[in-house]
């Protein structure tokens, strides 16, 4: 297998809407940075939105846009500004000294990258429950993420799987569009904070299955998705079939930083933990490394909101490149 070495000034990690934007920023900045798009550990190149039917909450599509179409217009902006694209996977890093040293899998080798300033982009996944029927209707009824898909449930009856704030989060948003909403559990207590619950039991429109899992979701992407979900108690061992039309998985998300363990601050979770005003900066505690989006985001996990704390960690980058004279 053939090995290689390459020395950027700005190489970033991660080829999601966070990745793509401050790529597009760099280059625009004289900067024409590297962008390592992940083949398998990360998750697709273009980050979750790959995954992702329709995309109607980004500003600027008001008829939405398919996930993918759009992270391939990302993908097209950013390589018209010349940035460089490298298929790999990143295996392992060095940020103990400038240049950074990045080792990566790629598809025509191993390839040894150096660059004076880095970007983290590599964002969160969602854990899943792991059922097939979960994987193959994903997109089509089974989803992540509430405040995407709400709106597309709109009188319907959906699922919520989990017990935790998300869960809660998730399922008394859902009822803003949904007719009924019913929270699956496995345990016959919630894990959510008490506020939270509190506010999910007095809803209306939230129904309980505690002390519950869900065993196979029923339906079929070429005939209008999810229609069910069987369900099994516990407790009971009694199996049930639920009549819905989505199922929202909410058992949280899983950032992408194994690969900065014992380098860079993380939060319990795994995210990133950027020390500078809240805010203010994408820096991490090392000089010349920055960090945008899902990885250190737990809160909004939206694509705008990457996308602009990817322009903010490109602009981030060329002011301290400048500074030390690159």
């Not at 940035?83 to 080792?103: A, C, I, N």
């Not at 859902?174 to 999910?200: F, G, N, P, W, Y």
Request: net charge neutral; with cysteine.
């Amino acid at each position: 297998m053939s090995q290689s070495r390459v020395h950027e000034r700005i190489a970033i990690i991660g080829s999601g809407p966070a990745g793509l934007t401050a790529a597009i920023y760099a280059a625009r900045a004289a900067l024409p940075p590297l962008v390592i798009e992940g083949l398998a550990k990360g998750g697709p190149p273009g980050g979750q939105l790959v995954n992702t039917t329709e995309v109607e909450n980004y500003p600027g599509f008001p008829n939405g846009v398919m996930g993918p179409d759009m992270m391939k217009l990302f993908r097209d902006q950013a390589e018209r500004f010349g940035t460089k694209f490298l298929s790999g996977d990143v295996e392992k890093v060095d940020l103990s000294r400038r240049p950074f040293t990045l080792d990566v899998m790629a598809l025509e080798g191993e390839v040894t990258v150096t660059c004076d300033a880095l970007i983290i982009a590599t964002g969160a996944v969602a854990k899943w429950l792991g059922l097939p029927s979960e994987k193959e209707l994903s997109g089509y009824g089974v989803s992540a993420c509430a405040t995407c898909d709400g709106f597309f449930f709109k009188n319907q009856r959906v699922l919520v799987v989990g017990g935790g704030d998300t869960a809660m989060e998730e399922a008394t948003y859902l009822t803003k569009h949904a007719s009924e909403v019913i929270v699956v559990h496995r345990r016959d207590e919630l894990r959510a904070s008490k506020i939270m619950q509190e506010r999910a039991r007095a809803n209306p429109k939230i129904g309980w299955m505690l002390s519950s899992a869900i065993e196979e979701i029923l339906g079929d992407k070429g005939k209008g998705g999810v229609r069910g979900a069987r369900v099994r108690n516990l407790k009971t061992g009694a199996v049930e079939t639920v009549a819905c039309q989505g199922v929202f998985i909410a058992i949280g998300h899983q950032p992408n930083t194994q690969l900065f363990e014992g380098q860079l601050d993380m939060d319990e979770a795994g995210y990133l933990v950027l020390p500078g005003t809240k805010g203010a900066s994408t820096a991490t505690k090392i000089p010349g490394v920055f960090a945008a989006g899902d990885v250190v985001d737990s809160v909004y996990r939206q694509a705008v909101t990457a996308a602009g704390s990817g322009c903010m960690a490109a602009i981030d980058a060329e002011r301290f490149l400048s500074h030390h004279g690159h």
